[in-house]
């Protein structure tokens, strides 16, 4: 059974840094991009953050650029994502999966296996 356990979430003050991780299980992912993304009450799930299978290549969207940084580790199945500078806006159930590429996408519907989510909230 494939699963992917988010962890990492938690309250913090804006300014603050958080690091989730994305660990999978069940099989192996490290021949897949994968992404993170997220969403806030009453609106869609938005791309944050994607990078390749090898780690060499990554993206991010227009409101996270220099704060977050996503990196693999492929040894051990795991994606994180460092946030700094966080923001109110930040505030979201955070999401990792995991692609049917071997390079990242931006779209929803190209990602195949997802987690059960995590709580980021930013408090101003």
């Known amino acids: 059974q494939v699963q992917l356990v988010e962890s990492g979430g938690g309250l913090v003050q804006a300014g603050g840094s958080l690091r989730l991780s994305c660990a999978a299980s069940?099989?192996?992912?490290?021949?897949?991009?994968m992404g993170w993304f997220r969403q806030a009450p009453g609106k869609e799930r938005e791309f944050v953050a994607g990078i390749n299978w090898s780690g060499d290549n990554s993206g991010y969207a227009d409101p996270v650029k220099g704060r977050f940084t996503i990196s693999r580790d492929n040894a051990k199945n795991t994606v994180f994502l460092q946030m700094n500078s966080l923001k109110p806006e930040d505030t979201a159930v955070y999401y990792c999966?995991?692609?049917?590429?071997?390079?990242?996408?931006?779209?929803?519907?190209?990602?195949?296996?997802w987690g059960q989510g995590t709580q980021v909230t930013v408090s101003s």
């Open positions: 999966a995991v692609g049917l590429a071997t390079y990242y996408d931006t779209r929803v519907q190209t990602y195949y296996y």
């Open positions: 069940g099989r192996t992912f490290r021949s897949y991009g």
